[in-house]
Structure formats: C-alpha cells, structure tokens
C-alpha cells in the first residue's frame, strides 16, 4: 500500500507543481504555518493573545500611533514610540536622606513631536521626586512632588496631562504675544511646545527643535524603608511598532500575529470536520438508496435550509461565546456543502461493474463504502476542504463584528470589530482597519488557490490539456 | 445420472416498475419479467450455456445463481441443498462456491487496485488464510493457473496497465481465489479481440479440466456458445424455449425462435454476399412488461395456430437424448417444414 | 471511372504528448460504383481512423499528413474546410457512425434532429424537407410518425435505421458504416445487413463497411481490406479471402481460424500469441512479425506493401 500512496502523491505533486495558483497558495501557507511557530520570536508583545483586554498590559504604548515604516515615506517624520532606561544614577547621602539621580536622554531627531512624554517609577514609603526636563538650548522645566505612604504607589508624570502650565510658562517669554493672550494652558498642545524652537511659534505654529533632551529624576528618600525602582521615560511617538497601535495602545502587529493561529484553527478544523462528516453522509446516502437515501435527504435538507449567522447569532448570545463553540456551530452547518455532489458521485460509482464484482464477492457495505467509494472521493474531499477555510474564518470574523465573538481570544476579526465599534474610519486610522482585513483576505486567498489547483488536477473536466 | 451440482426450479425474477396513480387505485401491477419460470440442470464438471438475445433474461439468470439477486418465485439447490432464501453465513458460503466472471474485464476491477489487492479481497472478505504469505502464496497460484506469468510482475501492476486479454484472465484468477464449484461467466470474452479470444476460453477450459470446475456460460453468440458449451438453453423473453446438447440443438433446431436466430447468425464463408437474407420471424420483441398470451413467442412465429395463443403456455418437453423443446407444433414443422407455416415472415 | 473512391498512401498520424503515433500509414485502396468494400480488423488497427481520415475529420490531436483521397476522381485533400463542410462532407459521402443511436439527443423529436441536418446543408422550404425525411424514413422500413417521436421511445434497431436514413437524405454517393450492427440482436442485425443490401440496389449507393466481425463481412462485403496497425496487409474479394482455398496473408489466416463456426464442430479456434503493436513505437519492417506463425528473416528488417498476387488480390506479405 505504502508504495502505491507514495508513487501516487509524488504523481500529485508533479501535476500540483505545474498549476501556478497552487504553488502560490502553498508558498502563503508555508507562510502562515511558519508565523504560528515563529509566534514568540514575531512577537514584541509575547503576551499579546492573553492579555489583549487587560488595559494594564499596553500602558507603556502611545494611542493610536502609526506604523513606524510610515516614516520612511513622510517628509516630515514622527516621533518613534520609545522607552527610555536611566542612562544613569548617582547614588548620594545628604544625612539620613538617601538621593538618586537618575538621568534620561532623549535624542530628539524627529520633525513631528511625540504625543506625550511620561516619567513614570514606583515608589514606596516616604519619597520626594524632582523632574527636570532640559532642552537642547538649556531651557529648562522643572517640578517638584513629595509623597508619603507606606504603600508602593505608581508615579506617573504625564506632559500632556499634568504639566500643561508649567510648559505654559516656559513658553511666555518667546511665544507671540498675542497668542499668548487667547491661548491658556488647556487649549495648546504642550507636548508640541515642550519640543519646539523657542520662537514666537512656540505656542501655536510650532517648528521642532531637534537635539538631545535630558530628563533628570531626583529622589529623595526619607527613610530605609522607601526605595524608587522601575523608572522610566516614556515618549509616546507618533509611530510605534510594525503595524501602529488602537485606541486601546495596543500593538496590532502582536494581535495580527496572535490572530494567525486562531484562523487556521477556525479554518483547517471546521474545513476538516464538516467536510469529513459531509463526504461520509453523502456516500451513505448514495450508496444505500431507497429509504435510507431518502431520510438522509430530508435531514440534509432540514440543515441545509437552516441560515447559518442568523443561529449563530442567537447562539452567541444564549451561551457564552466561546472559539469552540462557535467551531462546532461552524461544523454543524458546513457538513451540508460538500453531500449533494458527493452523493451523485456515489450514485454514479455504485454502478460500475467492480463493486458489483465486490458484492459477488460477499463484500459488506462497510467494505465497499470504505474500500471502494470513499479513496475515490478523497480527492474531491480534499478540494473542498481547500475550499471551506475562507468561509470558516469569515464567519468567524462577521461574528466578532457584531461583538459576539469570543472575548478572551485575539482573533483578526476582533480586532476589526474593536476598529469599528472605536470609529477608526472615521478617526483616519487606517492601520487598524485595512492590516486584519488584508489578512483575512489573504488566508483566504491561500486556501482558494489550494482548493483550485487542487481542483483542476483532480476534477477531469477542468483539466485544459 | 448423478446428482446435478445446480438445480434450477421455475425460476421467476419479477422486477416492479412505477406505476401511475390511476394504476395503484385500480389494483394493477406492472412488472417486468425478467425471468419468468425457467428450470434445468447442470452437472458438475459442464459447461452449460444460457444463449439469446438482450433482455432474454440470461443475465439476471445469472445473478440469481449467484444470489446478487431475490427470486420472486422458485428454488434454487446447489449441491442438492436448497439454497433460495439463506442468509448470513449460509450465504457466505454460498458466495465462496459461485463466483462470476464478468463481461468488461476493465470495469469488473477496482482502478485503484493493484492486482494483487484485486486477487486478495475475496481471501479478506472471507478472511481465509492464516498469513498474508500463504495468501499471496495463492495469488500466485491463481495467476500461474491462468498463465499470466511471471506472477510476481502482474501482481504490482494496476488494471489499466494490462491488456484486454490479461484482464480477464486476472479477472478468472480473481474467482479461483476461493476454490468456487461453479463459476457463472458473463459474456466474457466479447470486449476481447477477436485474435485473443480463443486464448482466453483456451485458458478457461484448461482450468475447468484441472480443478473440476462447472462453468455457466452466459452470451448471446451462438458460434462461440456452439465451441465452448456442453449443452445450452435458448432463452426468450424469460422463458427456456429450448435446451440440449450444443450441438444438437444447433445443427437439429425445433423450436421457430432458435431457427430464427440461427438463420440471422452471420457465416464467414463466401457466396452469401448478393443474398437477402430470410429470417423466419416477424414482428418485435414485446416489452416484458406485457409477455403475450399463451406460448409468449407466438405474436412472432411464422408457424403459429390459434392453439398456441388459446392454450397455455408449453412447457419443456423431451423430445429424446436430452433435446427438451417448448413447442406444441414441433413434431408437425419437423415433419412438414414450410408447409406448417401459417404466415410470412416480415423482415 | 470505375472506382468512385481511389485512396492512395494515405497518412494520419496523431500527435500525443508521448509522441507520434502512425495510426494510419501509406494506405491504398479502391471503391469500385456499386460495391461495398468491408474494413476488418481488431482494436487498434486504424479502421475508424482511416474512415474520419475519409471524411477529412480526423479526432484531435490527429492530422492528415499525406496522401491523396479521389472522390469520383477529385482529389479533396486540398480542399479547405469550409468546402468539405458545404459540398463534399454528407453531400458525397456520409458516415453511420459506430453506436450511432446514442448520437441522437434525447430531448428533441427525430423530425427536428433530421430537419437540423437537412437544413444545415439545403435550402429547403418546409414542404420539401418534410417530403425527403418521408421518403428516407420509409425506405429504411419505419413509417411517418417516427418523426413525432423521440429516441428513447425507438427500439435499437429503429434508431439504428433513423441513423442511416439521416446518412443517406442528401443523396451521397460513398457511405461509410463503423461498426453499425455492433450493438444490436442478432435479429435486428440481419435486419440491418439486409436493409444495406436492398438500398445498394435501390440507390446505387457504394459502401465501406467496416467492422472486427469476420462473420458479418462475410455475407456483406463484395470486397475486404484486412488492416493490421495502421497498415493494410490484404485487400481481396469475398471469394479470395472467405473461399475454400483459404486467404493469403498469415494475420487473416489466423484471424479466420480464430472465428467460431455455427454449423461446424470446430475442435480447436486458433489465436494469435501477444497483442497488436503500440504505435508509438512499432514494430520494424513488417508490424506484425513478431506475433507471426510463419515469420521470416526478412521480415523484421524489410517494410511490406500491398502487392497484387493475383487479379484483384493484394497482399502485404514476404511470403507471398
């Protein structure tokens, strides 16, 4: 047997090599496959799957930032989206306070300014923190906090949250003076100021003021017990990470990633299962006849006329929404595909003389549907379930449209759907909308150039040699 | 005269067809009968021959032997057992005594198979041999048996690979697998080319002497049943209209419908090519959904009486040494010849 | 002209992705007016070839690469296709094809399907065609309301006759029937073979009848032309090929002595060991040495041609 199949597959593959669309489906498969393996290499965020929802997690992210190879084709670049690490710290003892210093630099060579700048550390006990932010041309802005708790807090100092005035004021004394009077600390950008050339600008139309800026973090501790760690800048840049950042600050590139294996899964397993039980019933159907065919018909029928979205709507709905659930939905619906021309096809091979040979022979029914009909149909099953993965992952996708998808999973349809209910088209942001949509298209378009090649090999009529 | 390996007792096969609405309200059936009350004999070690034209029944005949089938009516006894209704393993066992030859030897086998897969599936079905060698052991057997030598090399090939004639003989091999009594063989050297055909029934005869088998060989040409078969029924619309010895039926005729088929059978021998040929025969075949009254050749006989429409349907008769004939007029047209002719034939 | 059909080294081959096969090579023969010439030979030998070759429509991928075909003395090789279809194809001579009733649609009447042909080819009011498919349909022995009806309601052997009517209505002169008895009774069959003899008479028609049945070339055939793998290897009459001196060439011989007897107790039919040759790859000189009785040691090295032995006796043999 082994000698046949493997003579066989390598005939296949011959013919395979020479249908175009089906080396392309199989190169995007490979593809597919690999981006799955390679997921935690791919990934920036490894834990992008599981904690999608967790606001936590994307904290450190800018919002709603542009992929960072839009740089490479706008005049004027963005700012990157970075975390900076203390490029120093000086430990010193002023009696029984303990200071560290720590410094941040920033090398600024961008023509758009970030969206934010954010000191964060956490701080535990007594603790007093002085920021100094120092510009390229020595001016500088500076603020003070003390804090007392013995718990371990979060520090964060944002620029664009809670040092508008103090930037304000740097401002005054270069800025226009008229703008001046019908500008106030809420209504200017301050990031932008922070960043621009000390000019009349400086308020409204601001000109980028490239060179190094240095964050300097001094904290005094009042006792042993309080100490400062984790600290760090954020700069919350303009682009961040291959594919940008949502509404939610959280990396799409990591999420498309995760979302790989979700729609193979979704597509091979549904495609499999429910083509497997259709090809199953279809030749049953066809081979017993009579009555047997005849119920078979009308159960087909029953499922066959039943819509799809509709119950998996109200499914979803009912029970909670679950990958698997909505696999075994998918499953319980797609079977009805491929049984209608699987059954003439049984009904056309019943009649060869061979199997009726078989039967002379004392052959069961068993031995013949699966000895002699089935490795016939392998083919044709093959074909469809090439055919059935699109379908899967799209329904998929139109469930987590609506919202009904299943929450605790990252799949490309979600994303869409989180694109959607935030208004990204309207918002312009268009890096989280067309990336999944493109995905979806093109897993679809592998298992469719699969399907056909595979279809033109096996299907006789369509050969054009 | 021994006991007979196959008896055969008013046989009937009655296939219902379709019938309209008015049909089933008035308590009508329409049915085709394909077989409609046939009996004879074989004994072993014949070859026994079922001749005649398509949906003669011989055929159907066949498959009810084989119990591919029901009968609707009739017995079957097989080794003097009854065999008509068993099942199970009765049946099982049956299968393993009857095997078939069939008439396309391409379409008789699975494309996919190998020969070897082809010759093994009755040992599987059966689940006879111990080891998979012995079984193959006796596939090579088999395939020596009927000269598709070396063995080893036909049994990695598929189907298409051989030709007509080395298709049949697999084909035969395949039916030897299980060491069958009787082996009922279909039309099976008509899709073979004339140059290899006796070589095939060579063959077939060569196995039949060497493992005491018992061939029912089913066609509708009679040169070739006249050659292979001991003795032969003609068969018309599902009846056995006559039977004997090959020869004797062929060369000493009496029933209208075997002269007919006999005149209309081609000769390759010169001088007959400026001749109308004149067939002793009128008319069609009815359909067997609505077999004639009486003797059910009469619509067509050029040798017809009132007495053979009115009358009951004649039954076999032995006219002496085994020639059984279904004829009231037999012994007056053997008599009289063409003054016993009540009509023209229309041809 | 005494010959209404002169073939003269007549070539088809078929251009497969394997390579070229010689289906038909350097093939001659003659039709004499009024007679029918029977083509015999098993499967594989080039006979419904060489008939579409006739008809200038060989199956693709076969193309005619040589040869002359002189119908009543034209020569309708060059002819492009556009004039075979308008005056020669069905007009001059027209083909029953093998299993020919399965070529009738099912879902329309005999009368459409024959008016469809008759319409293709004359311009005909209504009147007249209705007239000629009457008069053909009744000289092949089946009456008007034939017309009515569709295929699946005929027998065999009428749909076999409507076939043949549908052949003759444009008034050929060469008709050429493949095989058109295979698939009916016995019976039916003489009825058709008797049919085909009364219109010879009647219409002066010329045939080539060709078919593997060595019984029915017998009693139909004045002349027959045995082929071997694309070849002829002897053309003869019915008296030199079915006589009692016996044929000349080995192949017929053997392919005589292979025909089962009805009349006769035959003791032992004879065959012939192997299988007709792949015509990719022939076998050289004479294509049927290697499965002959009676081989030579020229034979294998030296091509054989149809040579007269006697009048009208041609026979492509070394040992003749």
Sequence with gaps: MKRKDMSQLRAFWNEFKRVKFGIVGLVLFVVFVLIVLLEPVLMPYRDANDRWRDMTYWLDSPRNAKPVWVNWFTAKDYAVAEVLEPTSVTESQVGSVRMITMEFDYDFHYQRPPSDLQLVTRLTGNASVQMELIRPDGETLSYQRSTSSSGTRELRLSIAQNLQDKVFRLAIPFADADVIAVENPETIDAVATLFAVAGPGMLRDTEPLEGNYVCRLTVALGSSESSVDAAHVIIAGGVAGWMGTDASKRDIWSGLIAGTKWALLIGLLTSFVSVAVGVVYGVVAGYFGGWIDSMMNRVFEVFLSMPLLPILIVMSAVFKP??????????????????????????????????????????????????????????????????????????????SLIGLGDATVVTWGQILQDAYASGAVLQGTWWWVVPPGIAIALMGMTFAFIGFAMDTILNPKLRTR | MSEPILKVDNLKKWFPVKRSMRQV??????????????????????????????????????????????????????????????????????????????????????????????????????????????????????????????????????????????????????????????????????????????????????????????????????????????????????????????????????????????????????????????????GEIPAATNIPSGCRFHPRCVYATPECWEQPEPELRDTGNGHMVACRRYEEILEKGDAAMTSEAEF | MDNILEVKDLELHYFTQKGVVKAVDRLSFHLKKGETLGVVGESGCGKTTMATALLKMPTPPGRIVGGQILLDGDDIMPLSESEIRRRVRWERISMVFQGAMNCLTPVYTIEKQMRETLQQHRQMDKAETAERMRKYLNLVGLSDDILKRYPHELSGGMKQRVVIATGLFLEP??????????????????????????????????????????????????????????????????EQIYGPQGSAHPYTQRLLGATPRLHEEVKELSFIPGTPPDLLDPPSGCRFHPRCPVVMERCPHDDVWVREVEPEHMVACWRC
């Design chain 3, 173 to 238: 002169k060469v008709v050429i029937c493949d095989e058109p008895t295979t698939a009916l009774d016995v019976v039916v069959q003489a009825e058709i073979i008797n049919l085909l003899k009364s219109l010879k008479e009647e219409l002066g028609l010329s045939f080539i009848f060709i078919t593997h049945d060595l019984s029915i070339e017998a009693e139909v055939s004045d002349r027959i032309m045995v082929m071997y793998a694309g070849r002829a290897v002897e053309i003869g009459t019915n």
């Design chain 1, 322 to 399: 679950s990958i698997w659930t909505m696999i075994i939905m998918m499953c319980l619906f797609f079977w009805v595909g491929p049984v209608k021309t699987v059954r003439s096809m049984a009904l056309q091979i019943k009649e060869n003389t061979y199997i009726e040979a078989a039967k002379a022979l004392g052959a069961s029914h068993r031995r013949i549907v699966f000895r002699h009909l089935l490795p016939q149909l392998v083919p044709y099953a093959f074909a469809t379930m090439a055919l059935s993965v699109p379908a899967a992952i799209v329904y998929e996708a139109s469930i």
């Design chain 2, 25 to 282: 309200l008035n308590g009508e059936r329409t049915e085709v009968k394909a077989v409609d009350g046939i009996s004879f004999e074989v004994q072993k070690g014949e070859i026994f021959g079922l001749v005649g034209e398509s949906g003669c029944g011989k055929t159907t005949t066949g498959k009810l032997i084989m119990k591919l089938l029901d009968s609707t009516d009739g017995k079957i006894y097989m080794e003097g057992e009854d065999v008509t209704e068993i099942t199970g393993d009765a049946l099982a066992a049956h299968r393993r005594k009857v095997q078939m030859i069939f008439q396309d030897p391409y379409a008789s086998m699975n494309p996919r198979f190998k020969i070897m897969d082809v010759l093994m599936e009755p040992l599987v079905i059966h689940k006879v041999g111990e080891t998979r060698e012995e079984q193959e052991t006796w596939a090579m057997k088999a395939l020596e048996e009927v000269k598709l030598t070396p063995p080893e090399e036909f049994l990695s090939r598929h189907p298409h690979m051989l030709s007509g004639g080395q298709r049949q003989r697999a084909a035969t091999a395949r039916t030897l697998m299980l060491s069958p009594s009787i082996i009922v063989a279909d039309e099976p050297v008509s899709m073979i080319d004339l140059s290899t055909r006796a070589e095939i029934l060579h063959m077939m005869r060569q196995v039949q002497r060497e493992l005491g088998l018992t061939y029912i060989y089913i066609t509708h040409d009679l040169s070739t049943a006249r050659y292979f078969t001991d003795r032969l029924a003609v068969m018309y619309l599902g009846r056995i209209v006559e039977m004997g010895n090959a020869g004797e039926v062929i060369d000493n005729t009496l029933h209208p419908y075997s002269k007919a088929l006999i005149e209309a059978v081609c000769e390759p021998v010169s001088g007959k090519v400026n001749r109308i040929k004149e067939v002793p025969i009128k």
